[in-house]
């Protein structure tokens, strides 16, 4: 009940009138009623708590993690995390603490204005004075007895945000009410803002943009449980000196990635780097498509072709080898999340060796993308979703491997930073219940029912609402696998494409567009925009397809090499923005499959528990397995010192076993007198094959 004046002596029949009326101001806060629209005749905004008073909450950090929006709340007040739940937050307000958060009486008086503003011990601090606009709102809003809603029913439809450019944020609500009658709002004042790169720029509560360094950020505002965003760049300045002057590389290819690559970068006023060198570009290829380093023989047949017919030549032959399977399938395990060989030992061994099975059936038959998802789906046999027992698992795992989207979160509360609500995620998991016998069809199965604990009502299914599309009408005899495959191809179709478009760019230029690979949302855009629409517009089939239109891309054969001897750190624009490539260490697999080719020997595959390079190196170096295949008989090296009579022919004939490369001139006079003996050859090989340069796919 609401609180009574206190220290106040007043006669009895004003006390009853007191009573009275502040029962009745209480009621609509006992059921969530609607109060009538204003009968004064004024044109009054129809008022809704989780437009008007929620943003609030989540504005000013009261329903943050932190604070009571964390799982537990704080001192015995607890708020949905960024107050996405409207009605749980009302019910905390209004009735939680026997109502005495709110003051209907005297609404000065109110704990929800008192703590605040600091009247009272609080440990969140001051967070609003009297008399500000807040403090002002929430009176409002108490003296008017704390509605949940009041007037026409209105929804809030989308957000639109402008202004990054010229330093302030604007935020404007779209509504639609019960009639279908339109209006909009400015809500700038409610919204809460963020940056996705603080570097470039940042952006305070009041949505004041500050630029610090040259790039591209996108401001976000976020209100309601919708968000927007808003692009601000500022181009680079040219290089100081003309030692670094940029490369002015041709932009006249007419592969539809680099024409979004090239545009991208020079509003950014970046210029494309040159291509790699041939002997850095051939090795590049047979590391992705062959999961290994070249022969010698095979990098000069790459140099002897016609430089336009040298990619395109070799990557058709490397996509039809068995290599190209062996190099593509580490890829298809760490995607949908299936140990490697020698890390899946237990009592699901058995499962994961037919899942890894599974995948290579598909790359091997080359099948589309669309049958890779039916594998995915499929529940006879070993299945990649059934090894989930809980439905709710395995559609958080078909959301993060098949669309790219993390909904994990919404399984305990809507999802703070995208539009998924909870109620969503629900009836998205009711589709992946165990199916169960069909009693008026003997010997046959229906669709399963999801119950949660301790609730006797089945969850009814339906389908995530991706970029706003209906449910597509079906087929009630369908099973779930053929509504989510239907799903695929259908409303969730671009997510679907987006998502492995992404995942294979990030395997062959070693940058991922939306980095992680399975947050897709609004406020985690592209890196570039315009690449990730070119791949999907480039509606590829099945995997070979996709990779041979990203290989012919100037993008993929971009150089590594840093545009001066200054620009060397991972703050260099032009290696931030993908204007030439980032060199990356060899993967446990790749080093030791290139070992082993280069030395002609057998070699065990073993992935190390190591997780930075250097420490991959050093396991390298100290697990014998090297010095073992240096030491076994027949092994190329052997037949170098048989066959090559002279140390220097032996030292060039070394450095392109292994490094696909003629040693410079300093290296020759360091290194030609280790080659006159074998155990000088060994100990030269060995530190050539622990050297970051064979250790790293430039």
Known sequence: M???????????????????????????????????????GSQERSFRFEYDIAPILARHGCAAADCHGGATGRANFKLSLFATDARADYRALTQDLDGRRVDYVDPSQSLLLKKPTRQLKHKGGKIFSIGDEVYQTLTK???DGAPFVRGKAHQLEKLSVGGAARGQLEVTAHFVDCDGKRSQRDVTKLARFGSTNTRTATVDEDGRVTGKEPGIAWITA????????????VPFPPPATASESRPQASSSSGHPLDQAWVTSLHELGLAPAPPAPARILVRRLYLDLAGRTPSPGEVAAFL?????????????????????????????????????????????????????????????????????????????????????EDPRDRAV??????????????????????????????????????????????????????????????VAPALLPIGGALEPTRDDSASPQQVLEQ?????????????LVNRVFGWLVSRLLVD?????????????????????????EGLRELIRFVVLSRVYQVTSDPPSATQVSSSDPTLHYLARRESVPLTDIQRQRSIRHALGVTIPLETSAAESPLAQQLAQMNDGRLHAALSDPGNALEGL???????????????????????????????VSSMENEKGARDLAFALFSSREFGSKR
């Not at 799903?487 to 998502?499: D, M, P, Q």
């Not at 992680?516 to 590829?540: F, G, K, V, W, Y």
């Open 222 to 233: 976020t209100y309601a449980g919708h968000s927007q965003r808003d692009r601000w760049h």
């Open 2 to 40: 609401p609180r009574r004046p206190r220290n106040r002596i007043v006669p009895t029949w004003v006390a009853v009138t007191v009573t009275v009326i502040t029962v009745t101001a209480a009621l609509p806060r006992a059921h969530g009623d609607e109060l009538p629209a204003a009968t004064n």
């Open 141 to 143: 809003w108490i003296e």
């Open 304 to 388: 002897e072709l016609p430089e336009a017919q040298r990619v395109a030549s070799t990557v058709d032959q490397l996509l039809r080898r068995p290599e190209f399977l062996e190099a593509m399938a580490p890829h298809l395990w760490q995607w949908f999340e299936i140990p490697g060989p020698g890390r899946d030992d237990g009592p699901r061994k058995s499962t994961y060796e037919a899942l890894r099975n599974q995948l290579g059936q598909w790359l091997a038959l080359d099948e589309s993308f669309e049958e890779l998802a039916g594998r995915i789906l499929a529940t006879k046999g070993s299945s990649f979703l059934q090894r989930f």
């Open 516 to 540: 992680p690979a399975d947050d897709h949302r609004l406020t985690n855009p592209a890196l570039h925009e315009p690449l990730i629409e070119a791949l999907i517009a480039s509606n590829p």
């Open 641 to 671: 010192m048989l066959f090559e009579p002279e140390a220097s022919d032996r030292l060039e004939a070394l450095f392109q076993l292994i490094l696909s490369r003629s040693p410079n001139e300093k290296e020759s006079q360091a290194f």
């Open 487 to 499: 799903f695929l191809l259908g409303s969730g179709r671009e997510a679907f494409t987006r998502n």
């Open 397 to 458: 795992y078909f959301g993060r491997t098949l669309l790219g989207l993390s909904i994990g979160c919404a399984r305990c509360h809507n999802h703070p930073l995208d539009r998924w609500r909870q109620d969503e995620h629900l009836r998205f998991s009711a589709w992946f219940a165990n199916p169960r016998p069909a009693p008026e069809r003997p010997g046959t199965m229906m669709a399963g029912k999801f119950f949660l604990p301790g609730d006797q009502q089945a």
